[in-house]
């Protein structure tokens, strides 16, 4: 069986991964590679596609018709088409999605946070906001993210969800925006928390982040995090020593799946 796994920009580093292991330098990840993004673990085969923010919406998948998932997106029939040849998948094939990731930038770098704060991080004037409110926040923000699962429900496409990996500690919500590391983990948590009891409800699997890969605080360790050598400094990512964490778990639900 093979899984496509598509997403937002978290998604590179289990791509990097991937290709690491090819070029034999992974040490926990075997895979051989069968095509560009295409390898295999084991038994269980993963493609890499979509790895594009704003193509990964309900609109691309289509309609199921004689066994085949179509798209929509012209942009993804290319991608795709680029790679495989073809512009259709296998619709009994599962979509591993990466769409949801320490929060939202909407609410974790929002301008509220200089006069509101969590109600036990409300110090110094600062006016407290309960994780109710905060949860609800969320709800609203992870709305368009729901919609690719509930898409791919109706045309009965299996599905599971890949979590982003910690934030790190040099993130721009600190480095940036001034905001405390509480405050950070604290929302970072409820996001993890909203979309983890989200899925639960609709019988989702999700790919959560290794404990291993986190310091005793909770940021991603230094050895996980994506260092470019040029450009601007990366200060989101994982590296493809965390993706090859990722694969690794990606690769053994997926053949849970298909035993």
């Not at 926990?28 to 596609?49: E, N, Q, S, W, Y």
């Not at 990606?250 to 053949?255: D, G, L, Q, Y």
Request: net charge negative; charged share 25%.
């Amino acid at each position: 069986m093979t899984a496509y796994i598509a997403g937002n920009s978290h998604v590179i580093c289990l791509v990097g991964a991937a290709r690491e292991s090819v070029a034999g330098r992974a040490t926990h990840l075997k895979a051989k590679r069968v095509a560009p993004r295409h390898f295999a673990v084991g038994d269980t085969g993963i493609f890499f596609t979509g790895i594009t923010k704003d193509l990964l919406t309900p609109g691309i998948f289509g309609a199921v018709d004689q066994g085949s998932l179509k798209f929509t997106d012209q942009r993804f029939q290319q991608d795709l088409a680029e790679w495989t040849g073809e512009k259709t998948v296998p619709a009994t094939s599962p979509w591993g999605l990466c769409n949801v990731g320490n929060a939202s930038r909407r609410l974790y770098r929002d301008a509220m946070w200089r006069t509101f704060a969590p109600t036990h991080l409300a110090q110094g004037g600062l006016t407290p906001v309960t994780d109710d409110a905060i949860r609800a926040m969320l709800e609203s923000d992870h709305r368009g993210a729901r919609m690719v699962y509930e898409r791919l429900a109706v045309l009965g496409i299996p599905a599971f969800a890949i979590s982003g990996p910690q934030p790190r500690r040099a993130h721009p919500a600190m480095t940036e925006d001034g905001y405390r590391p509480e405050l950070l983990l604290h929302l970072d948590s409820l996001a993890r928390e909203v979309w983890r009891e989200w899925l639960a409800g609709r019988g989702l699997a999700l790919i959560e982040p290794p404990a291993e890969a986190a310091d005793a605080d909770g940021f991603l360790r230094p050895e996980f995090e994506n260092v470019r050598e040029e450009g601007e400094a990366d200060r989101i990512h994982g590296n493809e020593l965390y993706g090859e964490l990722m694969v690794a778990r990606i690769a053994e639900h997926v053949a849970r799946q298909n035993p």
